[in-house]
Nanobody, 122 residues
Framework: QVQLVESGGGLVQAGGSLRLSCAASGRTISSYSMGWFRQAPGKEREFVGGISWSGGSTYYADSVKGRFTISRDDAKNIVYLQMNSLKPEDTGLYYC???????????????WGQGTQVTVSS
């Protein structure tokens, strides 16, 4: 089985940047698509973006398109979420997840990390 651990969260002012990392252990992620999700207090979990197993395709939520970038380094077993031009509404607990089926919002994600907190001040 695979374990996913997110890191890189923190407190940042609006307009700033953060890079989140999702490190996998137990099994390689090279044959799996990966997704990023977030959940703000009192709100439903929201899909942020996903990346295909090959890294050749990505999919982003409209709310983050043009500001966030997903990439992966299979040699290091790490998936990244680069977040630029952060807004207060980006605040939330960010999760990475693994999928055997796809990298879009309705794909099936079977393994999840514990999350890393991102707080954007106004």
């Amino acid at each position: 089985q695979v374990q996913l651990v997110e890191s890189g969260g923190g407190l940042v002012q609006a307009g700033g940047s953060l890079r989140l990392s999702c490190a996998a252990s137990g099994r390689t992620i090279s044959s799996y698509s990966m997704g990023w999700f977030r959940q703000a207090p009192g709100k439903e979990r929201e899909f942020v973006g996903g990346i295909s197993w090959s890294g050749g395709s990505t999919y982003y939520a409209d709310s983050v398109k043009g500001r966030f970038t997903i990439s992966r380094d299979d040699a290091k077993n790490i998936v990244y979420l680069q977040m630029n031009s952060l807004k207060p509404e980006d605040t939330g607990l960010y999760y990475c997840a693994r999928s055997k089926t796809g990298w879009t919002p309705r794909s099936d994600y079977d393994y999840w990390g514990q999350g890393t907190q991102v707080t954007v001040s106004s």
